[in-house]
């Protein structure tokens, strides 16, 4: 079993950036971020490969996000810039025991606890 936990949350204006962590307790292949507003169903954000190699984006964040990984220290990043007030919401962080990084999150079989991430407008 693997373990995950998110850190780099927190509150950004409109415009700004964050950087979000997420650190696993072993090995991982694909890793993914999704994320969740309030009052809405959990969405897919990001993923990465697991050589690092593949990278797959929502739509409406590529060009503004970008993910990578250190599999030397187990821990994969969601760089977040150009912040908007629509991406508030919860980031979870999960691990696939497949390689190609994809959107689907049944694919996805460990989860983090998640980080609130708030962007005023």
């Known amino acids: 079993q693997v373990q995950l936990v998110e850190s780099g949350g927190g509150l950004v204006q409109a415009g700004g950036s964050l950087e979000l962590s997420c650190v696993a307790s072993g090995r991982t292949n694909a890793m993914g971020w999704f994320r969740q507003a309030p009052g809405k169903e959990r969405e897919f954000v990001a993923a990465i490969s697991g050589d690092g190699r593949i990278t797959n984006y929502e739509d409406t964040v590529k060009g503004r996000f970008a993910i990578t990984r250190d599999n030397a220290r187990n821990t994969v990043f969601l760089q977040m810039n150009r912040l908007k007030p629509g991406d508030t919401g919860v980031y979870y962080c999960?691990?696939?025991?497949?390689?190609?990084?994809?959107?689907?999150?049944?694919?996805?079989?460990?989860w983090g606890q998640g980080t609130q991430v708030t962007v005023s407008s």
């Open positions: 999960a691990s696939s025991a497949y390689y190609d990084p994809v959107g689907r999150q049944t694919l996805y079989e460990y």
